[in-house]
């Protein structure tokens, strides 16, 4: 069963490129959502900032993406744990496409 989430916004953060360990090739990229959603019958404005990792073939797919862009996610959410011991969503991108 695929329990994909979409999300749309602007790319706030200059994408960054790296290797995993594995040698796999890697796109961290953050992204920013605003929308304005109706709430138990009142507009409420959804805001949030989300990081997005790209991987494998994916990144080549995405070389072109750049600060401000706007682009459309679909992917997965996972837990991530940050060398300070926090923890974090982090959205792992199967496909991208970019908006106009």
Same mark, same amino acid.
């Given at each position: 069963?695929?329990n994909?989430?979409?999300?749309?916004?602007?790319?706030?953060?200059?994408?960054? +490129?790296?290797?995993?360990?594995?040698?796999?090739?890697?796109?961290?990229?953050?992204?920013?959502?605003?929308?304005?959603?109706?709430?138990?019958?009142?507009? +409420?404005?959804?805001?949030? +900032?989300?990081?997005?990792?790209?991987?494998?073939?994916?990144?080549?797919?995405?070389?072109?993406?750049?600060?401000?862009?706007?682009?459309?996610?679909?992917?997965?959410?996972?837990?991530?744990?940050?060398?300070?011991?926090?923890a974090?969503?982090?959205?792992?991108?199967?496909?991208?496409e970019?908006?106009?």
């Open positions: 069963m695929d994909l989430l979409v999300c749309a916004g602007q790319i706030c953060r200059q994408p960054a +490129r790296s290797e995993s360990p594995a040698g796999i090739p890697q796109l961290s990229l953050v992204l920013e959502h605003r929308s304005q959603q109706q709430e138990a019958g009142l507009n +409420r404005q959804c805001y949030v +900032r989300l990081q997005v990792v790209c991987s494998g073939d994916l990144v080549q797919q995405t070389q072109h993406l750049l600060l401000g862009d706007m682009v459309r996610v679909q992917g997965f959410l996972n837990r991530h744990q940050q060398r300070n011991g926090q974090k969503l982090v959205l792992h991108a199967q496909h991208i970019q908006i106009r």
